[in-house]
């Protein structure tokens, strides 16, 4: 069921999704409202459940973690045996993400591994306990994903453009209990304020504020977002995983290019795998969908082909999964 949401909502939505942390003031001061009318507006989206949360983007890489997907089509699983195969999933401590899927495949889940061997693990206990009813199997090895803001939400694109990019080559920066405490805290709840976090791990606010710019300048914390409800904002997301026959540095280039200048692109990952990109569109319908990847393969006539995904229910997305721990 679509709700309606006016310029002004539309406006708000995408400020916080810039940066979820802007406070009241300087965002009534762009919208030339007072503080008031702007809180009032930002709880009730978040009552009308358009928001769903504030998330903090974590790097995995900074920790000393590889990004890696898996795709499952299945064969003869019934309903009660794949809620206890979600159920399973969902309490692993190194799953990030996991959605059900339409096309090709019937499950998608993004995984934080220390390497292609720990990642073999993690597979190799899922497919002990499933693989009966695994009919293909396919996974890949996450290089750099972008991030774009969501400038489909505006009525008029005519704002920043903001890509956050995450991945590169894995570091093992060491964080301490306290990073890891105000980091979970921060991963769901992105605008909660410093006073609030010392309160919560026995600090001072002061200690927080530091922690909080010492994560973002080490690159562990790249920024602050929303997540929005697509099905009541009457939007679907749309993944193509596209293969090409070239991808140079210059093609790169020109793919991160196009991206950024169509608002309907939410995400795009560079990956190692039988296809080499991924682009995540937030569309209307089908037709709009369609529309952007015939407008993709006719600016970048090496594309040989590319396979559709839906994603009709997410179940985990999580920037901090439970394996990040402390080290002394």
Not at 152 to 167: A, H, Q, T
Not at 183 to 207: F, V
Not at 216 to 235: A, F, H, P, Q, R
Request: net charge positive; proline share 2%.
């Amino acid at each position: 069921m679509e709700l309606k949401i006016d310029k002004i909502d539309r406006r708000i939505i995408y400020e916080l999704d810039i940066n979820a942390r802007i406070p009241v003031t300087q965002l009534s001061r762009k919208l030339h409202l007072s503080r008031e009318k702007v809180n009032y507006r930002i709880n009730n989206l978040i009552k009308r459940g358009i928001i769903r949360k504030f998330v903090t983007m974590i790097n995995p890489v900074k920790l000393g973690y590889s990004v890696y997907k898996m795709f499952f089509k299945f064969q003869n699983l019934e309903k009660e045996k794949e809620k206890q195969m979600i159920s399973y999933l969902m309490k692993n401590d190194y799953i990030y993400w996991i959605a059900s899927a339409q096309g090709r495949w019937d499950l998608n889940i993004t995984v934080f591994a220390k390497d292609i061997n720990h990642f073999d693990e993690i597979l190799s206990d899922f497919i002990s306990k499933y693989g009966k009813y695994i009919l293909e199997q396919e996974f890949n090895t996450t290089l750099k994903v972008g991030i774009l803001s969501k400038n489909w939400v505006l009525e008029k694109d005519e704002f920043e453009r903001k890509i956050v990019i995450f991945g590169g080559r894995v570091e093992n920066i060491p964080i301490d209990k306290v990073d890891v405490e105000i980091l979970r805290i921060l991963a769901n709840n992105g605008r909660m304020n410093s006073t609030e976090i010392a309160s919560k791990i026995n600090s001072t606010e002061r200690k927080v504020i530091y922690r909080m710019k010492n994560l973002e300048k080490l690159g562990i914390i790249l920024g602050y977002t929303t997540s929005l409800n697509l099905e009541l904002l009457d939007m679907q997301f749309f993944k193509a995983t596209i293969d090409l026959n070239l991808l140079s540095q210059d093609e790169k280039n020109k793919l991160i290019e196009y991206c950024r200048i169509n608002p309907n692109v939410g995400f795009f990952v560079f990956c190692v795998g039988s296809w080499p990109f991924e682009a995540e569109f937030i569309v209307k319908n089908n037709k709009q969908f369609y529309g952007v990847i015939d407008d993709l393969r006719q600016k970048f006539p090496e594309i040989k082909g590319f396979e559709t995904i839906i994603f009709p229910i997410e179940y985990k997305f999580d920037w901090m999964p439970l394996c990040y721990k402390s080290e002394n």
